[in-house]
């Protein structure tokens, strides 16, 4: 359902009468103008058939005392706008079987203060906060969690506590904020990690992660790659990659060559993939160092982001010579 000029009690009656058939999946998108946004009947809270719900624009969740949604498996909230605080813990603590959230923050115009997220039969999570959303904390505990998304970019001081996620096997982080600690010592035993942060990861040990992917962006901030391969013992895979928005220009640190090489390099790295190289003095020296020590390495892949020309060309060759720790590596270029 998605039109604007629709009005609002015409969206609930229609709402009505298809709960009233056993509805098992509504979708609606609405972005009125001028505001309406009180646009859902109360019978959509206790309603016993529904299975997926997604609402998207600005609509007014304001959840009744009496909330229940027995069968609600999949449920994504996109910059729509609560009553209260508590309004969106209310509703999670009464579907008792969901599966999968996705909760997209207003950038704008959103009263929402704190975020509480407990939900014990969650397996996916998709948390978006923008910019300028002035959030005080938000908290988050899962246990059945195995996909988790954090996307945040909030500039403003806020506190965030995550925990318990024993059985997390995917996990992709894009954070602004430096303060991801909790977050960190929840995640310490997935397999694959999508990371983009400022945050110093010091004594970490993600000794089960097999696949990581860092973004170009924050690869040589404070010799991040470094700190996560040190963490990556068993690691297989690494990815340097571009991330939604994010710049590939700017600027970076240098690149300090570890004192010792990192055990992953020695032991269990297999692949090699960097899809937005630059060509920057920096990225080859990576990918050198890469190549001299990575023992087991079979496959280096490196996908250049500018077009042919002579500095490339110097760099494809500089690559091509340089010496390899491992015989059977293939080296490609695209």
């Known amino acids: 359902m998605c039109n604007s000029r629709f009005k609002p009690e015409s969206i609930k009656t229609w709402v009505v009468v298809a709960l009233s058939h056993c509805l098992r999946e509504l979708d609606i998108l609405y972005e009125p103008y001028p505001d309406k946004p009180d646009i859902l009947p109360s019978n959509l809270y206790t309603s016993k058939s529904l299975v997926v719900l997604k609402l998207e624009g600005r609509i007014l969740l304001d959840v009744p005392r009496m909330v229940s949604l027995p069968s609600l498996k999949t449920l994504k909230l996109q910059s729509v706008r609560y009553s209260k605080d508590e309004t969106l813990q209310r509703l999670l603590s009464n579907c008792p079987v969901l599966e999968d959230l996705v909760v997209k923050l207003r950038d704008y115009g959103d009263t929402l203060k ?75 035993s997935v397999k694959r990690l999508t990371i983009c942060s400022e945050a110093i990861l010091n004594g970490l040990d993600f000794n089960q992660l097999e696949h990581l992917e860092v ?29 939604d928005d994010h710049d590939p220009h700017q600027d970076m640190n240098h690149w300090n060559e570890p004192s010792t090489v990192p055990e992953c390099l020695l032991s269990s790295l297999q692949s090699l993939s ?61």
Not at 229 to 240: E, F, G, M
């Open 114 to 188: 704190k975020l509480t997220v407990v939900v014990p039969s969650l397996q996916s999570l998709s948390l978006f906060i923008p910019y300028n959303h002035d959030l005080d904390w938000y908290v988050i505990e899962t246990p059945s969690l195995k996909y988790f998304k954090l996307v945040d970019y909030s500039d403003n001081d806020h506190y965030s506590l995550i925990q318990n996620m024993p059985y997390l096997n995917e996990v992709y982080v894009d954070c602004c904020c430096p303060d991801i600690y909790s977050l960190v010592g929840s995640i310490t």
């Open 215 to 243: 973004c170009l962006c924050t690869v040589l901030l404070s010799n991040q790659l470094v700190r996560l391969l040190n963490a990556s013992s068993n690691l297989k895979r690494l990815d340097i990659s571009l991330m």
């Open 274 to 334: 960097w899809s937005i190289h630059t060509g920057e003095p920096q990225e080859r020296a990576i990918v050198v160092y890469i190549l001299e020590h990575a023992v087991h390495l079979k496959t280096a892949n490196i996908k250049s982001f500018e077009p042919i020309n002579v500095l490339k060309i110097e760099m494809l060759e500089e690559l091509a010579l340089s010496s390899r720790a491992s015989t059977t590596c293939q080296l490609m270029f695209e």
